[in-house]
């Protein structure tokens, strides 16, 4: 397996999710560019989004995902979170019609029961990506699509920065990074009986630089990625 330790030029301290997103709540927003995630969104042939029927919203965060996801026609929506600070949040926005604090590899939801399973930025949080595969999988009925918005590993190695945040004391704190090659997303989806049917990288351009101009050193670097899974029927 890849270690980020072998990449880190930031050497933060590192917390642990909940603890991380608990104390990063308050400026989450204001950190993460819409062109990392929800321009991926935007690009996807696949799904028909407004012909969704319920969506299970994994590592749901403040509910930005399930803003976009109301805007494009998504009626129905659970989220789960480890956070309660962030779904407090969520709470607060009423995207989500039920919303859950679980671990996304366990969530609790019924087996099943949505046509699309959806998260956005937390790959890199997890240790190994098969449980998260398997318990999507387990969420969906037949015909279902899954999308992962993944933070790019190319990115991660290039930059050797981990998910962080600036504390109010105004430290640098980095959250638990894991890094997953495309190919770890591609055997943990085909291992758990999913079919990839669309895929997109999202790469540093004029959009990030007119955020981030500092990261000109980085243009062309891809930094997320987005898979598009099918159940297939029987």
């Known amino acids: 397996m890849v270690q980020f330790a072998d990449f880190d030029t930031r050497g933060y301290r590192m917390v642990d999710v909940r603890t991380g997103y608990g104390q990063w709540v308050s400026t989450y927003e204001e950190?993460?560019?819409?062109?990392?995630?929800?321009?991926?969104?935007?690009?996807?042939?696949?799904?028909?989004?407004?012909?969704?029927?319920?969506?299970?919203?994994?590592g749901c965060g403040t509910g930005?995902?399930?803003?976009?996801?109301?805007?494009?026609?998504?009626?129905?929506?659970?989220?789960?979170?480890?956070?309660?600070?962030?779904?407090?949040?969520?709470?607060?926005?009423?995207?989500?019609?039920?919303?859950?604090?679980?671990?996304?590899?366990?969530?609790?939801?019924?087996?099943?029961?949505?046509?699309?399973?959806?998260?956005?930025?937390?790959?890199?949080?997890?240790?190994?990506l098969k449980p998260f595969y398997a318990e999507a999988w387990r969420l969906a009925e037949p015909g279902a699509r899954c999308v992962i918005v993944a933070f790019h590993p190319h990115f991660i190695m290039a930059s050797g920065m981990p998910t962080h945040f600036t504390s109010e004391s105004g430290e640098p704190i980095a959250i638990t990074t894991h890094v997953h090659l495309l190919s770890d997303h591609v055997m943990a989806g085909v291992a758990a009986g999913w079919r990839l049917v669309e895929m997109?990288?999202?790469?540093?351009?004029?959009?990030?630089?007119?955020?981030?101009?500092?990261?000109?050193?980085y243009r062309n670097?891809?930094?997320?990625?987005?898979?598009?899974?099918?159940?297939d029927l029987g």
Request: proline share 3%; no cysteine.
């Open 31 to 58: 950190t993460v560019e819409d062109v990392m995630d929800l321009a991926l969104l935007d690009e996807l042939t696949e799904p028909s989004w407004a012909t969704v029927r319920r969506a299970a919203d994994l």
């Open 64 to 128: 930005r995902t399930a803003a976009w996801l109301r805007r494009h026609g998504v009626t129905a929506i659970d989220g789960v979170d480890l956070t309660p600070e962030m779904l407090a949040v969520a709470r607060s926005k009423g995207g989500h019609d039920r919303l859950f604090e679980a671990d996304v590899t366990a969530t609790g939801l019924d087996s099943g029961a949505y046509d699309l399973v959806i998260s956005s930025l937390i790959d890199e949080h997890l240790a190994d």
């Open 200 to 217: 997109r990288e999202g790469v540093i351009d004029d959009r990030w630089l007119a955020v981030k101009p500092k990261w000109e050193r």
């Open 221 to 231: 670097h891809p930094i997320s990625a987005a898979f598009v899974w099918r159940k």
